[in-house]
């Protein structure tokens, strides 16, 4: 959803127009962290991702793709079952760890998390399915 093409797991998604709710979130998004968190918060993509049990995963990776920029910001909102993010470092200079991703949570990736981290999303015994919305500037 959004207004550019994008590239995720090696292949390229068309946009579909927004949903007039996943737009409306974007505003609220963008007008919250105008005031609260310096960096480059402004959003023209949106990547969904359902995993409809724990077993369902998202393996290691960094959002380095080369139309998200040098520094990419990443917004992203999780509904439903609630999941642990794992993170670890690049270079294993530091322990790895969780952040928990609860239903209505809104995970913030700024500039640096992308060239310094993985994030994970491994098999866990979940009861209930999940949905989380990746909020991204895409370059044209």
């Given at each position: 959803m959004?207004d ?5 797991s090696?292949q390229r998604f068309?946009?579909?127009?927004w949903?007039?709710l ?5 505003q609220?998004i963008e007008?919250h962290l ?11 993509s949106?990547?969904l991702n359902r ?5 369902q995963r998202?393996g290691?990776?960094s ?7 040098e ?6 909102v999780?509904l439903?079952?609630?999941?642990p993010l794992?993170?670890r ?7 790895s760890?969780?952040?928990?991703l609860e239903h209505?949570s809104?995970?913030?990736m700024?500039?640096g998390?992308?060239q310094q981290l ?13 949905i ?6 895409v370059?044209?």
């Open positions: 959004g550019h093409a994008y590239r995720y090696g068309q946009p579909c127009a949903h007039p996943a737009d409306k979130l974007r609220r007008q105008v005031t609260a968190q310096p960096g480059h918060w402004t959003f023209n949106l990547l995993y409809q049990h724990g077993e998202m290691w990776h959002d380095n793709e080369t139309e998200l920029g520094h990419p910001c990443i917004a992203s999780s439903g079952a609630a999941r794992r993170f470092w690049k270079d294993r200079s530091h322990a760890f969780n952040v928990w209505g809104l995970l913030l700024g500039p998390v992308q993985e994030h994970a999303l491994l098999p866990r015994r979940s009861d209930g399915e999940r989380n919305l990746t909020y991204r500037w370059k044209t």
